[in-house]
């Protein structure tokens, strides 16, 4: 039981640390990111690449971010901003953009599956339990971007107008607020955390060009069952990962692999606004 209790516990912390960088953007900018995968996969090459340079395996996740945030303005200023008063062609833009960085990774590093080093390797006892290291890290990483994201939307300036703006725009046009920036911004954090994402969970899994298409519609799933929220989200990782877990350990992996997906239709059907909604 205390195996398939950090089992829930560490699933629902890799989703939340997946699934944030699409809550961001969908939170601020209304706009669902189709390239959240790439980004994704973005984030696992730039783990491969330092792994390939021999550096500190740690060094993959800043400079994941780093590459996705820089990214993710060049994105914005190009590709979403001209779609801002069509939605549906700024996702569909977002879409045709993860198939070409697929195919642009593809040339560059080939399709074969790469694998990097792990920043953490081993097992320790928790909990009466040997359970890998590296697992019960990405526990305390979740916790710290959650802290971290929650601090930045509610206790500065930038978070301060990004919630003008999801709120009204026009009127925070009017208070001076650069709208424009905001959802660069928010874009390219959006972004970043994506590419932060994949280089953390690179090294539970391997490195190739669909590395983030399995993570689409979890990711997806679980930021409409939040609500949109930081907690929401938390609450949706525990719930929706827990009953991953457990149907893949008594039922079948295969169900498992299904299970967020039906259990989200079944929350939002009776919730339909998320489970932080009033």
């Not at 390239?35 to 994941?64: C, E, K, R």
């Not at 971010?65 to 901003?81: D, K, Q």
């Not at 694998?115 to 040997?130: D, H, K, N, Y």
């Not at 424009?180 to 959006?190: D, E, M, N, P």
């Amino acid at each position: 039981m205390d195996v398939l209790l950090l089992d829930i516990v560490t699933t629902a912390a890799i989703l939340f640390i997946v699934a944030s960088g699409l809550m961001i953007i969908l939170g601020v900018m209304k706009l669902i990111n189709f390239a959240h995968p790439a980004f994704l996969t973005i984030g696992g090459y730039a783990a491969f690449v330092i792994t390939q340079l021999g550096w500190n395996p740690w060094l993959a996740v800043p400079f994941a971010a780093l590459v996705g945030f820089l990214l993710g303005l060049i994105v914005e200023r190009v590709i979403v901003r001209p779609l801002y008063a069509r939605p549906l062609d700024a996702i569909l833009a977002t879409w045709g953009l993860g198939i070409v960085i697929g195919q642009v990774i593809t040339i560059a590093f080939g399709r074969q599956v790469q694998f990097v080093q792990t920043p953490i390797s081993g097992a320790m006892e928790f909990l009466g339990q040997t359970y890998s290291t590296y697992r019960l890290v990405l526990v305390i990483l979740a916790i710290v971007l959650a802290v971290a994201l929650t601090g930045l939307l509610y206790f500065t300036r930038f978070g301060l107008n990004a919630r003008a703006v999801t709120m009204n725009e026009d009127l925070a046009r009017g208070l001076g607020i650069d709208s424009t920036k905001v959802r660069s911004v928010t874009f390219g954090l959006g972004a970043a955390l994506a590419s932060m994402a994949g280089a953390l969970i690179t090294p539970l899994i391997s490195v190739d060009p669909n590395l983030g298409l399995p993570w689409l519609v979890n990711s997806f799933m679980l930021v409409l069952v939040s609500g949109v929220s930081i907690p929401g989200l938390m609450v949706a990782a525990l719930i929706l990962g827990g009953a991953q877990v457990i149907v893949s350990t008594y039922v079948s992996a295969i169900l498992g692999g299904l299970t967020i997906v039906v259990l989200a239709a079944v929350i939002l059907r009776i919730r339909p606004r998320g489970l932080t909604s009033g």
